[in-house]
């Protein structure tokens, strides 16, 4: 035993298996996550069920099982199962929420009379109130009218897209075409509101002041005729589109129907009557409107486009900042600082910043950035625009720098380390061949260190990423109605409020009230954080590899 010890093999063991019990939990939470993110977009049957209640009375549902466990010990015991026995409950996605109340209702197996998979059954996915399900009893048009199942849902089949390409162009004019004007009313506001404040402090005289005024009308009136042209072009499509709706004949005590206009579906379908492409073609549908749509529904239902910009355009930023400024400080600490006390006090400073938690930045960046150098440029800056801040309060700006202040001690620990692996007799031989030190650092020493420094930049993006804290006190938000970049001038706008995924699976998961429904997004999303900050640190590796065979070729 002393010899094995001795030996030192069987602490190369336990490391293997240390690292071997790594990997599998890593794989296994990647798995636990895939599964139930590609899971959430999967068209499941809907369920008619009969059941009996606790007082014996026959109740119906229609809806999707969610998901199945065993019948808790408590409920058995007060319904008089069999304690021994494997008994299952069903949560059951009914939907209906305007008339049901709740989305959700738990059934247990041994109360379930009649349970079918009826073929008609539609599962509707609404712009608000989440899903519906019934059985489509009619359809409405303009000069068409079916009453019966089959013709219904063959008319709503030929016109649900027709009205879905209505409504894509009406929001076309509202948010790009009369966005647009509006933006352009809204710098006429500031400019005149600048201009106003110039006069009150005498730098502007009264005759100037009105002349501006009246060119800045001329020019709003021209804004107000193209937007009062393009309102004209949206309340025809309104008025279209408001023609067409569709009446649901829902399971419920009362057997109600619902009437729907055609606008408010998203989507509907007969899982239980879809073939296998057919249902392909469903997951396809609900995995590209995931990517590329806006949220809708409280962020429960949607898209995530907005959060996946916010994420990846701060990360960017984050790194353009955190990356410069980390090397720069790395190799003053390593190249030029005299080595002694006060360096290596330095040194434990930044490890020990390292480690510090992320919501201490994220106060710093509240107090320094936001309140001190954002109020700062409002009050030089946008003295007009007081008491509402511009850059006084949180936007992509203050939290993208807060996570590169967060990140940079990661950027210069990566960076000393690589610097220190260059031999020194590299440096000895640049000088010694009458090159200067700044030539030898910028001409040997950063292209041989270039490979450690995109190693730190590609740690310091995995953290920034994943970061939520410093962000939900420096500018992230729920909902963001505009994006950090548009077509308007400046295109870049910094001082906007953003998304991000992080702060999505937070609010999503803990921030409403029906939890249940929002499990699904909540893996997808982050299945789908995961890939975007794997995209990142792949893009970053292929970079430090490229540039790695370049240097080995140019004999560095």
């Not at 019990?21 to 499941?44: A, D, E, R, W």
């Not at 060119?215 to 021209?222: G, I, K």
């Not at 893009?539 to 080995?552: D, E, K, Q, S």
Request: aromatic share 12%.
């Amino acid at each position: 035993m002393k010899r094995i010890f001795t030996s030192g093999d069987i602490f190369i063991w336990m490391t293997g298996a240390f690292l071997a019990l790594c990997i599998l939990l890593i794989v296994g939470m990647l798995l636990l996550i895939s599964i139930n993110g590609f899971s959430f977009f999967h068209p499941t049957d809907i369920h008619y069920i009969k059941y009996r209640n606790e007082a014996g009375e026959l109740h119906s549902a229609l809806g999707q099982i969610y998901s199945s466990q065993e019948i808790p010990l408590d409920i058995k015991l007060r319904h008089g199962y069999d304690v021994g026995t494997l008994l299952q409950r069903h949560l059951i996605r009914v939907g209906n929420r305007e008339f049901l109340g709740d989305d959700f209702r738990w059934i247990n197996d041994p109360e379930i009379v009649v349970d079918s998979l009826p073929p008609t059954a539609l599962c509707i996915e609404r712009e608000e109130y989440g899903h519906a399900y019934g059985f489509i009893n009619e359809f409405r048009g303009p000069r068409q009218h079916f009453d019966n199942e089959v013709d219904a849902w063959t008319a709503f089949q030929r016109w649900h897209p027709i009205v879905r390409e209505q409504m894509h162009e009406r929001q076309t004019l509202e948010r790009r075409d009369v966005g647009k004007l509006n933006y352009r009313l809204e710098r006429l506001r500031l400019q005149q509101l600048k201009w106003e404040y110039q006069k009150g402090r005498g730098e502007l005289s009264e005759e100037m002041f009105q002349d501006r005024l009246k060119a800045l009308d001329v020019e709003r009136a021209s804004i107000f005729e193209a937007v009062s042209h393009y309102r004209q072009q949206i309340d025809s499509l309104s008025a279209y589109i408001a023609q067409f709706e569709i009446a649901v004949r829902l399971v419920s005590p009362q057997d109600e129907m619902m009437t729907l206009p055609l606008s408010s579906v998203v989507r509907a379908y007969r899982p239980n009557a879809l073939s296998w492409w057919g249902k392909t073609k469903v997951y396809l549908s609900k995995v590209w409107e995931f990517v590329a749509d806006n949220p809708r529904e409280a962020n429960a239902e949607g898209g995530v486009f907005p959060a996946i910009f916010g994420t990846a355009l701060m990360v960017l930023i984050m790194t353009i900042v955190a990356v410069p400024f980390g090397v720069l400080a790395a190799l003053y600490l390593r190249e030029y600082a005299k080595q002694g006390f006060f360096v290596r006090l330095v040194r434990i400073a930044v490890n020990n910043l390292a480690g510090v938690p992320s919501i201490v930045y994220g106060m710093f960046g509240l107090g320094f950035f936001v309140y001190l150098i954002g109020g700062s440029i409002d009050a030089l800056f946008f003295p007009e625009r007081l008491p509402s801040p511009t850059y006084g309060t949180g936007g992509i700006l203050w939290a993208s720098l807060t996570l590169a202040l967060l990140t940079v001690p990661v950027v210069i620990v990566a960076t000393e380390e690589a610097l220190a692996a260059i031999p020194r007799g590299m440096r000895e031989g640049s000088l010694a061949l009458g090159a200067t030190k700044w030539e030898t650092i910028r001409r040997v020493v950063i292209p041989s260190a270039t490979p450690g420094i995109m190693t730190g930049a590609i740690l310091a993006m995995a953290r920034g990423a994943g970061e939520v804290a410093p962000l939900m006190i420096t500018g992230v938000v729920k909902l963001a109605t505009e994006m950090p970049f548009d077509g308007n001038f400046p295109f870049f706008h910094l001082d906007r409020k953003f998304m991000h995924l992080g702060f999505h699976i937070y609010d999503v998961g803990f921030q409403t009230s029906n939890v249940e429904a929002n499990i699904g997004m909540v893996y997808t999303t982050t299945l789908l954080l995961i890939c975007l900050v794997l995209v990142l640190n792949l893009t970053a590796i292929i970079f430090r590899a490229r540039l790695r065979n370049r240097y080995r070729l140019s004999g560095f």
